[in-house]
């Protein structure tokens, strides 16, 4: 099982940017699925977007053209570009690895969206 640890939340204003990473410490080969979720305060944890082992990615609607997910690889890092954020945006971001063994979770990085 691989630990995760999300970065790069901040307090930012409507139509700003903001670029989330997620550093795994050990060995990603074994990895199917990165993903990212988020919460927003009284909400359910709700998916983002994802990248497949294969390299294809998939996106929410609400963020479909305004966020990329990519990865590194070489590095064991997951990114979330985030342009032209909204204030519905606003909540604890998690980054999520799945494979065949096992589930993991970071613990999650607020991102604020103020109007």
């Known amino acids: 099982q691989v630990q995760l640890v999300e970065s790069g939340g901040d307090l930012v204003q409507a139509g700003g940017s903001l670029r989330l990473s997620c550093a795994a410490s050990?060995?990603?080969?074994?990895?199917?699925?990165m993903a990212w979720y988020r919460q927003a305060p009284g909400s359910q944890r709700e998916w983002v977007a994802s990248?497949?082992?294969?390299?294809?990615?998939s996106y929410a609607a609400s963020v479909k053209g305004r966020f990329t997910i990519s990865r590194h690889n070489a590095e064991s890092t997951l990114y979330l570009q985030m342009n032209s954020l909204k204030p519905e945006d606003t909540g604890v971001y998690y980054c999520?690895?799945?494979?065949?063994?096992?589930?993991?979770w970071g613990q999650g990085t607020q991102v604020t969206v103020s109007s």
């Open positions: 050990g060995s990603i080969f074994s990895v199917n699925v």
């Open positions: 999520n690895f799945r494979s065949a063994v096992y589930d993991s």
């Open positions: 990248v497949e082992r294969a390299g294809s990615t």
